[in-house]
T-cell receptor
Framework: NAGVTQTPKFRVLKTGQSMTLLCAQD?????MYWYRQDPGMGLRLIHY???????AKGEVPDGYNVSRLKKQNFLLGLESAAPSQTSVYFC?????????????FGPGTRLTVL | AQKITQTQPGMFVQEKEAVTLDCTYD???????LFWYKQPSSGEMIFLIY??????QNATEGRYSLNFQKARKSANLVISASQLGDSAMYFC????????????FGTGTRLTIIP
């Protein structure tokens, strides 16, 4: 099992460009999440999904959109990138909700917006 | 709202010594889980240990143990016999059991093991 994978690993964008980050999991998990990690801060939830075809806003959703067309994939889109979106992005998945369910993380995508 | 506080931005510990990383939390939920993750310089998030709010015994996983003091709302990570490979960022996180999907993370502690 590959676990949680993220594509790409690194990306540099210019302000105003768009891009999509792809997250894939092969553990048949229902729940998927996108977080961002900034220096000096812990991870913050951007959007999440509780199942195929569903999405919901997290703590810092502005400037991002997501889609979960297939259970195993969760896409994060930036329509018009801004320098404030320079960050490391982590995708995670879990079998279900609740405090007793570990979230498995992908390796991260380092995004720089110039 | 949930909040995690990690007051130690950085720690230096001699190899083979034990180390305690502090974590306090704030929540109004009765049922919740506490997690510790390790983030080495390579960047991935590695799950270390979990403690449920109703667990009466402290969680242990190999060299990792969680010192859970519910009344004090603290969930400190103890690493016994530290190794050079333990050098990393360590994040404490919590998650409510109902109606809250996200993990709330602290700001992390950077642990450096000195040979």
């Amino acid at each position: 099992n590959a676990g949680v994978t993220q594509t790409p690993k690194f990306r540099v964008l210019k302000t105003g460009q768009s891009m999509t980050l792809l997250c894939a999991q092969d553990m048949n998990h229902e729940y998927m999440y996108w977080y961002r990690q900034d220096p000096g801060m812990g991870l913050r939830l951007i959007h999440y999904s509780v199942g195929e075809g569903t999405t919901a806003k997290g703590e810092v959703p502005d400037g991002y959109n997501v889609s979960r067309l297939k259970k195993q994939n969760f896409l994060l889109g930036l329509e018009s990138a801004a320098p404030s979106q320079t960050s490391v992005y982590f995708c995670a998945s879990s079998y279900t909700s609740g405090a007793y369910n570990e979230q498995f993380f992908g390796p991260g995508t380092r995004l720089t917006v110039l | 709202a949930q909040k995690i506080t990690q007051t130690q931005p950085g720690m230096f510990v001699q190899e083979k010594e034990a180390v305690t990383l502090d974590c306090t939390y704030d929540t109004s939920d009765q049922s919740y889980g506490l997690f510790w993750y390790k983030q080495p310089s390579s960047g991935e998030m590695i799950f270390l240990i979990y403690q449920g709010s109703y667990d009466e015994q402290n969680a242990t996983e190999g060299r990792y143990s969680l010192n859970f003091q519910k009344a004090r709302k603290s969930a400190n990570l103890v690493i016994s016999a530290s190794q050079l490979g333990d050098s990393a960022m360590y994040f404490c996180a919590m998650r409510a059991n109902f109606g809250n999907e996200k993990l709330t993370f602290g700001t992390g502690t950077r642990l450096t093991i000195i040979p």
